[in-house]
């Protein structure tokens, strides 16, 4: 259904500019299709590179099959994005490993804050990273404009930050 979606789209509404946020589980046989349907945009939402995190929180898919879809959408040349949801004490350790994902491949990686909630203000203290910090502090990155993206030297993906927390005392 997805493709007949994206081909409505694209043929019927004169939309040229089209894009998915995905998890990408099972979407690999489609991508060329979705592409040839009107398809130039892909979010893969990816919280961890490591096989046993993504494991436990994607119920046993595989992260290795994720990076063939990553391939593919490059292959294909659609503007592809990896969106990662940073959480102290889970993920913040494989920060580094998205930005050394740009050196090599045309994509943007976006660092999402997690977002607090009224009733679970103690779980956000905990889980919470500065990500622009972090970012801030890396000498091999480059703050390319006020959007909070970077780049590294030499590299052909950029870094975004996605904060949704603009209480500086966070």
Do not use: W
Not at 20 to 26: D, L, N, P, V
Not at 28 to 42: A, T, V, W
Not at 71 to 77: G, K
């Amino acid at each position: 259904y997805l493709i007949n979606i994206v081909d409505f789209i694209s043929s019927e509404c004169n939309t040229y500019d089209i894009g998915i946020t995905s998890e990408c589980i099972g979407i690999q046989p489609y991508l060329k299709r979705l592409k040839n349907s009107g398809l130039r945009d892909i979010v893969i939402c990816i919280d961890s590179l490591k096989q046993y995190k993504y494991k436990n929180i994607h119920c046993g898919a595989n992260v290795n099959d994720i990076i063939k879809i990553i391939d593919t959408c490059i292959n294909l040349n659609l503007n592809t994005t990896l969106k990662c949801m940073v959480v102290n004490g889970f993920n913040n350790d494989e920060i580094n490993d998205y930005i050394s994902m740009t050196k090599s491949l045309p994509i943007n990686i976006c660092l999402s804050e997690i977002i607090p909630k009224n009733n679970k203000l103690e779980e956000f203290n905990k889980s919470y990273i500065n990500i622009e910090s972090i970012l801030d502090a890396n000498p091999n990155l480059s703050k390319l404009d006020n959007r909070k993206t970077y780049k590294l030297l030499n590299s052909v993906g950029t870094i975004c930050i996605e904060s949704h927390n603009n209480n500086k005392n966070c």
